[in-house]
């Protein structure tokens, strides 16, 4: 395999935190409001989003949303693929979604298939009223008939680039890099 060379650096800290931020703000306008919404963040650098929207939201409407996370390994259509022994997460979702409505928060969005895959999963965990998806990053190229509802930044790529997004509590960095 070999390394991937940064092309250019997408956003920095603060265009993170600005996103987020804006976010935030429209998930609470699209909703109404707080009522019924809860957070699903998708392992792993949905789960720091959600927990950042999560933040967001407590600091501007006083509410804090539910939170949960979701590891979608076992739902994905390309597991033979991974390896032959993948590494299994622990979902964590210590509340009911049923007749709730859920975002699920991912870090970018590509072909779909990961939300496929969490859609697939969460359903497994009761009955939403709603889903809404939230991505940092929506980066085109879709296989499936997903969109997201709330993009932090729309960037066009070649299928031969590779977004990297990179936040303090993995990676200890935070950008978000386009490689080649």
């Keep these: 395999m070999t390394k991937r060379i940064p092309k250019h650096k997408i956003m ?3 265009g993170i935190r600005r996103a987020i ?5 429209e998930i609470v ?36 949303l539910p939170l949960g996370l979701l ?13 032959v022994q993948p590494v299994i997460h622990e979902t964590k979702v210590p509340f009911s979604i049923e007749g709730k409505t859920v975002i699920l928060v991912d870090d970018v969005l590509y072909t779909g298939r990961t939300v496929r895959a969490a859609l697939d999963a969460l359903i497994d965990l009761g009955r939403p009223q709603k889903i ?5 990053i929506d980066r085109g190229h879709r296989e499936l008939p997903i969109r997201a509802d709330y993009v ?11 977004i990297s997004v990179c936040l303090s509590e993995i990676d200890n960095s935070e950008e978000v890099l386009l490689l080649e």
Excluded: W
Excluded at 132 to 136: E, H, N
């Design 152 to 162: 932090g930044k729309n960037i066009p790529t070649s299928s031969r680039e590779i």
């Design 71 to 83: 590891d979608i390994t076992l739902y994905r259509d390309d597991l033979s693929m991974i390896d």
């Design 132 to 136: 809404q998806l939230a991505v940092l």
């Design 12 to 14: 920095d800290a603060d």
């Design 21 to 25: 931020t804006r976010i935030s703000h």
């Design 29 to 64: 306008e699209k909703n109404k409001g707080t009522e019924n919404l809860v957070l699903i963040g998708i392992r792993t650098r949905g789960v720091p989003l959600a927990e950042r929207i999560q933040a967001r939201i407590l600091d501007f409407e006083n509410v804090k």
